[in-house]
């Protein structure tokens, strides 16, 4: 099982580290291989077991390898034949190719063999017909290569001295199998199978099942690794790695299986704490699904970043060491979260193995990944992490989600496309949040285990998961009679986007009208979009209120429905006895529900008052996070006015809570990167110094800065990361300051403000400070650590470090990916580094896509990464060329530039449109007399 390509997700984490969405997934799509055949009829001979033995040879200088394989498939036949017909690609198979058959041990003459290379098929003709009912033995010889783009690869590192190391990983799923031996590859066949790996004596072999014994190889430096037989599975669900990692075991709990880990010697002390909470996790797991953990032992392989995709099969996990590694004394607070995070998320998934299919990644990863935050809040309960994440994640999706190029979840999976992916697991995750909302914990967690109960392997699909709710909350009622599971589901997962609910107020009669339409960032859509898109959707939108007199924020339970009949249009809802005239009142508590929400003038202008007053606190945390995440982005559509929005801003300055911030800074960016070219930039800073100000006096005071304000340490790490970002004096002193007291043995900056200082104090530092901090980067052995470092370092102002960064981005073989995408972002971030950025990236573009091996999703990061700095028809013009002309053969390249192109013209629009706005709100609230406002 695959999913989304890791350092994307690492990626997030460090350049989002205050807005991250949890940890995220890999989707591992072998980007070029070409799409597969269908499985159009059931083969006419079938496998019954497969006996696999690989023998694998590594070069550890240039980390190629080969492998050679035997194999023994014993097949049924289901109609007469002639011909077996096996799925491979990019092997050699022969010259042994023999078929037996069982009743007579006699051999049956092969006449042809033939090569469908475009379809990826092999086919064995026989001189004499296949009986009917009979099984036989096929065996065949096979070599291969090892490679990024095929089922089998080779990842490298360096060891404590220095020394190149290797690591061979398989990753099959969900359709490489082909790649590395001839199969059937047809993911409905399931087959026992036994595997014997041949491999060099210093190195380990892991695989789905036990081992079952070791023995000598006829190479002196070689042995066989042999494993106990799978129960039957499909051939995407085998999983195997040679490596020379250290083992450490788990502590032993009831109902959860032997679990080892594996991991590099040099950094196995930062996998202490995921060791320790893995079987914590998956104790919860077998409790909540009532099922137990389908495997008698788990190994976890912990995967330098070298590696490239990862995947989780039932008894054999893989990791990345980012999603996996913490350190006490290097990690961040929310690298902590993350890897319980992720580590919940790997095993809450695999109670759902057996459905696999992908076209309903998105509905199990989305259930899954929802489900791990309970773990998550069970492990570390001090945290209460999930609502939390999931708002975040709200926040996110709700940003995505606003294009014009968003995609049913439903439908991502075929775009192709990573981000496709991610915002397809994240955007249903928030669905099963909503639907849990409202039905309740026990009979969601019925409906879960009816559903893993009743469905079959491979046969399943969203309408059976939709039914197995229905039934459980008819028989506890507790859903309003007209509102179905299924209708009110695939209003979400069948359509792209969410509603904007518009709630207008008639003050004299007391009546409350609430519509709905789609909400799109970018109202009018032209460009590369197919025509303008229709806004004539609808969705069932469950109504949650509440109003200053009633101030209750509990209660989820909707009191009314917005509904959404079939070719009908969405009709208006008219509510009374909502609230007395003078009383605000607010929609969607908790966020539950994945839309935006407007109001009448005078309402929004109570609600800001009541932002503004004492008591502003007993506002949920939540709602007052999406009254400014709402109030930001419907002022980027032109649906409220910038002074509304900044009006709410200005708020900020009392918000002590980080989520309410964070809603905030997701939208400042923004527009801070937006405006950065622009004369109205300075204008913009200083209004947002007069919000962070305030709070960053407050918090970074000297006199109470030791008063141990712990509770505040996320906080902290943004608002200082606003205000330097902003170039807030006060802050490039203290971030100067700090520095000043870095040493190679000492550092006592708190690590969640190390990346800002580090950055801050580089920008504005001397070449010393650059080499005390390279030195630093290579010290340090926390991966995390190192990332942070190195985006640091291409904070400088200086040519010859930004350019230095690239070529070591660009030119190593053992940095990790995600930090080559880290170093590419952050020269562009930098003022000066845009050009360099793009320039590098187009003079070196054959080169570049060779070092990606052609992956799509990874190439398509570093044009988002320019796309989203563009602000002219022009420059976006040339980026549009630049994936026409030189990214024209990368496979599913023209979905992703589409949404590539979406986002700039998306900043285009806005420029146009709301620019203006902006500038006369910004000026007005600050009184500034520079002459960018006076006209
Ligand atoms: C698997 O095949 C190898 C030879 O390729 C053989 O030595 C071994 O006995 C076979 N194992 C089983 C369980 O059939
Ligand atoms: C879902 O699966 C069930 C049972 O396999 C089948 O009866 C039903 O038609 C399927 N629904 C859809 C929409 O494919
Ligand atoms: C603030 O809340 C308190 C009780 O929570 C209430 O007594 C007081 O009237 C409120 N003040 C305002 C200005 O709403
Ligand atoms: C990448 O694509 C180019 C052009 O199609 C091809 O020549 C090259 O072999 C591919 N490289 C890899 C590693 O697949
Ligand atoms: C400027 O702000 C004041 C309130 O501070 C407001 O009344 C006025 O309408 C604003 N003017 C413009 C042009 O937005």
């Known amino acids: ?122 086919g064995i003709h026989f001189k004499s017909l296949l009986w009917l009912g009979e099984e036989y ?72 099942t036990r081992v079952r014994a070791t023995s000598d190889h006829e190479r002196d430096n070689y042995m066989w690794t042999s494993f106990h037989q799978t129960p039957p599975t499909s051939v995407q669900k085998l999983a195997f790695s040679i490596n020379r990692f250290t083992g450490q075991k788990s502590p032993r709990l009831a109902k959860c299986p032997e679990l080892v880990t594996w991991l590099r010697p040099r950094i196995a002390d930062q996998g202490a704490y995921a060791i320790g909470i893995a079987p914590q996790i998956i104790v919860f797991f077998v409790g909540l699904f009532g099922k137990p953990y389908p495997s008698v032992k788990i190994d976890q392989l912990v995967l330098p970043d070298t590696a490239y995709q990862s995947h989780e099969h039932v008894g054999l996990v893989s990791y990345p060491e980012r999603a996996f590694l913490y350190s006490e004394q290097g990690s961040t607070a929310m690298a902590k979260q993350q890897v319980a995070s992720h580590v919940a998320q790997e095993f809450s998934h695999h109670w759902f193995s057996d459905l696999e299919n992908p076209a309903l990644y998105w509905l199990h990863y989305g259930l899954s990944d929802y489900l791990a935050g309970f773990a998550v809040d069970k492990v570390e ?59 309740g914990t026990q009979v969601f967690v019925n409906a ?58 008639d003050y004299a009669t007391q009546r409350v009208t609430v519509t709905q339409e789609r909400f799109l960032r970018n109202p009018r859509v032209g460009g590369d979009s197919p025509g303008p898109i229709s806004r004539r959707h609808c969705w069932w939108v469950p109504l949650t209120f509440t109003s200053a007199g009633r101030d209750s924020w509990v209660s989820a339970l909707p009191s009314e429905w917005l509904t959404c009949q079939a070719y009908q249009p969405a009709r208006p809802l008219v509510l009374t006895e909502v609230a007395p005239p003078d009383d605000w009142v607010v929609f969607n508590l908790r966020v539950t529900t994945l839309c935006r929400v407007t109001y009448d003038d005078h309402n929004w202008w109570l ?70 070219n622009t004369p109205i930039i300075s204008v913009f800073k200083s209004f947002m110094w007069s919000i962070l100000q305030p709070k960053f006096d407050e918090l970074f005071d000297p006199q109470t800065r030791s008063a ?78 190192r990332g942070i470092i190195l985006s640091a370092l ?56 060779k070092f990606y091996g052609n992956s799509t999703d990874e190439i398509a990061q570093l044009v988002t990464v320019l796309m989203e700095k563009v602000s002219t028809e022009s420059e976006l013009d040339y980026l549009r060329e630049l994936m026409k002309k030189d990214l024209r053969y990368l496979p599913g390249i023209e979905a992703t530039s589409r949404r590539i192109l979406d986002l700039g013209h998306d900043i285009i629009a806005w420029h146009k449109r709301q620019y203006l706005h902006l500038v006369s709100a910004v000026c007005n609230i600050t009184g500034s007399i520079e002459p960018q406002c006076l006209y």
């Not at 070409?34 to 019954?48: G, H, I, M, T, Y």
């Not at 909350?473 to 509102?483: A, K, N, T, V």
């Not at 945390?621 to 032109?638: E, I, M, P, W």
């Not at 003022?831 to 570049?848: E, H, M, S």
């Open 1 to 122: 099982m695959v999913r989304l390509v890791w350092h994307l997700v690492v990626l997030q984490l460090c350049l989002l580290k205050a807005a991250p969405a949890r940890n995220d997934r890999r989707s591992g799509r072998p980007s070029p291989i070409e799409p597969r055949s269908q499985w159009s009829s059931a083969p006419d001979v079938r496998p019954l077991h497969y006996n696999l033995s690989l023998l694998t040879e590594v070069d550890e200088v240039n980390l190629h390898g080969t492998f050679h394989g035997e194999l023994t498939i014993r097949v049924h036949v289901w109609r007469e034949t002639r011909t077996i017909v096996l799925s491979t690609s990019g092997l050699k198979v022969g010259p042994k190719v023999w078929l037996i058959r069982k009743n007579t041990g006699g051999r049956v003459a092969v006449r042809k063999l033939w090569h469908d290379v475009r379809h990826q098929r092999f």
């Open 137 to 208: 033995s096929l065996m065949l010889k096979f070599s291969g290569q090892l490679s990024r783009t095929s089922g089998y690869f080779v990842g490298g590192y360096v060891d404590a001295s220095s020394h190149p190391q290797w690591v061979a990983v398989s990753q099959l799923a969900p359709n490489l199998a082909n790649t590395v031996f001839p199969c059937f590859e047809d993911p409905t066949l399931l087959s026992p199978f036994v595997l014997n790996l041949a491999h060099t004596r210093n190195t380990n072999a892991v695989s789905n």
């Open 381 to 439: 309960p001090t945290w209460r992490l999930h609502e939390l994440a999931m708002v975040r994640q709200g926040f996110a999706v709700l940003d995505e989600d606003s294009r014009a190029s968003a995609q049913a979840v439903s439908l991502a999976h075929a775009t192709q496309s990573a981000a496709d992916d991610t915002q397809a697991y994240h955007k249903s995750a928030l669905l099963f949040r909503m639907l849990h909302s409202l039905i």
């Open 448 to 505: 879960i285990r009816l559903y893993l109960r009743r469905s079959q392997k491979g046969a399943t699909n969203q309408t059976l998961l939709w039914k197995a709710f229905q039934e459980e909350s008819d028989r506890q009622m507790s859903l309003r009679q007209d509102i179905q599971v299924s209708r009110l589901m695939e209003s979400w997962t069948l359509q792209p986007g969410y509603p904007l609910v518009k709630v207008v107020r």
């Open 607 to 676: 609600i800001g008052q009541a932002l503004a007053g004492r008591n502003a606190s007993n506002i949920d945390r939540f709602t007052r996070a999406q009254l400014v995440s709402d109030v930001l982005s419907l002022a980027g559509a032109g649906v409220v006015t910038y002074d509304l929005a900044l009006g709410f801003l200005q708020n900020l300055q009392r918000e002590d809570e980080f989520i309410v911030w964070q809603a905030a800074a997701r939208n400042l960016r923004w527009l801070h990167r937006t405006l950065l």
């Open 708 to 785: 141990g304000k712990n509770n505040k340490l996320d906080l902290k790490g943004l608002i200082l990361k606003l205000a330097c970002q902003t170039d807030m004096g006060p802050c490039a002193d203290l971030a100067l300051k700090e520095f000043a007291g870095l040493t190679l043995k000492s550092n006592r900056i708190p690590i969640d403000q190390r990346e800002t200082i580090y950055c801050t104090a580089i920008r504005y530092g001397t070449e010393a400070d650059w080499t005390l901090l390279r030195r630093l980067y290579k010290r340090s052995n926390v991966a995390e650590e």
């Open 794 to 849: 291409t904070c400088s102002r200086e040519n010859w470090a930004l350019d230095k960064m690239l070529g070591l981005a660009f030119g190593s073989r053992y940095l990790p990916k995600g930090d080559v995408l880290l170093i590419f972002s952050a020269v562009a971030q930098n003022p000066l580094g845009f050009i360099l950025a793009k320039r590098y990236l187009v003079d070196n573009i054959q080169a570049i896509t």
